[in-house]
C-alpha cells in the first residue's frame, strides 16, 4: 500500500517567517495530494489540495508544490501568524480514494 | 461541517467489552470512511462504505467491524475492546464518486482501561 512520509515532526517559526513541510509517497499512482489542519482537540480541516496534473496550487499564504518524478511535494506557509500554530497532515490516494496520512507536524508560530 | 456527527464524543470503557460508534450524516452522501488517529501515526483508515450494506477493509480492520444500514448512519464496532483501541476515532464523508475530497466529523475520544 501507500507509504507517505512527513517532515520535519515539529517546526518552529518566528512570526511572519515562513514556514515548509515535506511529504513523500511511495504509490507512484497516487494522484490527489490534500494537506489538512488541525487544531487542539479539533477535527482536521482541508486547507489545499492538489492533483497529479498541477505543479503548484496557492491560495493566499499558502501553497502547495508537487514533484510527481521524485514523489514528493510540499506546503509552504507564507508570512505565518499565531493561529497558523497547529498539526499540519498531508495525505496521497489514488483511484481508490482511500487516503493515507503522513505522520503530521505540529507547528508553533512564536509571537 | 458537511453535517456530520459522531457519537458517543467521549467514552471510557474496559478490556472486553463491546463499543459501538456512530456516525450520522444528514446530506445523503454515499461514500464514509472511519478512521483512527494515535500520535506518531497520522489518521489510519480502519473501514469505509461506498453505500448501503457496502463496505471494506482499510489498513488496520482487525478487531473492528462496520455496518451501514442505512445511507445516514455508519457504526463502527469493537468487539472486544482492548487497551490498543484506544484512540480518536474519526468518521469521514466523501461528497461524490468523481471527487477525491474527504470531510471529517468531530471525533470521538475512547478510552479503554
Known amino acids: 500500500g501507500e507509504n507517505v512520509e512527513q517532515h520535519p515532526s515539529t517546526l518552529s517559526v518566528q512570526e511572519g517567517d515562513s514556514a515548509v513541510i515535506k511529504c513523500t509517497y511511495s504509490d507512484s499512482a497516487s494522484n490527489y495530494f490534500p494537506w489538512y489542519k488541525q487544531e487542539l482537540g479539533k477535527r482536521p480541516q482541508l486547507i489545499i489540495d492538489?492533483?497529479?496534473?498541477?505543479g503548484e496550487k496557492k491560495d493566499q499564504r499558502i501553497a502547495v508544490t508537487l514533484n510527481k518524478t521524485a514523489k514528493h511535494f510540499s506546503l509552504h506557509i507564507t508570512e505565518t501568524q499565531p493561529e497558523d500554530s497547529a498539526v499540519y497532515f498531508c495525505a496521497a490516494s489514488s483511484n481508490d480514494y482511500k487516503l493515507s496520512f503522513g505522520a503530521g507536524t505540529t507547528v508553533t508560530v512564536r509571537a | 461541517d458537511a453535517g456530520i456527527t459522531q457519537s458517543p464524543r467521549h467514552k471510557v470503557t474496559e478490556t472486553g467489552t463491546p463499543v459501538t460508534l456512530r456516525c450520522h450524516q444528514t446530506?445523503?452522501?454515499?461514500?464514509m470512511y472511519w478512521y483512527r488517529q494515535d500520535p506518531g501515526h497520522g489518521l489510519r483508515l480502519i473501514h469505509y462504505s461506498y453505500g448501503v450494506k457496502d463496505t471494506d477493509k482499510g489498513e488496520v480492520s482487525d478487531g473492528y467491524s462496520v455496518s451501514r444500514s442505512k445511507t445516514e448512519d455508519f457504526l463502527l464496532t469493537l468487539e472486544s475492546a482492548t487497551s490498543s483501541q484506544t484512540s480518536v476515532y474519526f468518521c469521514?464523508?466523501?461528497?461524490?464518486?468523481?471527487?477525491?475530497?474527504?470531510?471529517f466529523g468531530p471525533g470521538t475520544r475512547l478510552t479503554v482501561l
Open positions: 492538489i492533483r497529479s496534473n498541477v
Open positions: 469521514a464523508i466523501r461528497p461524490g464518486q468523481n471527487t477525491d475530497t474527504q470531510y
Open positions: 446530506e445523503n452522501h454515499r461514500y
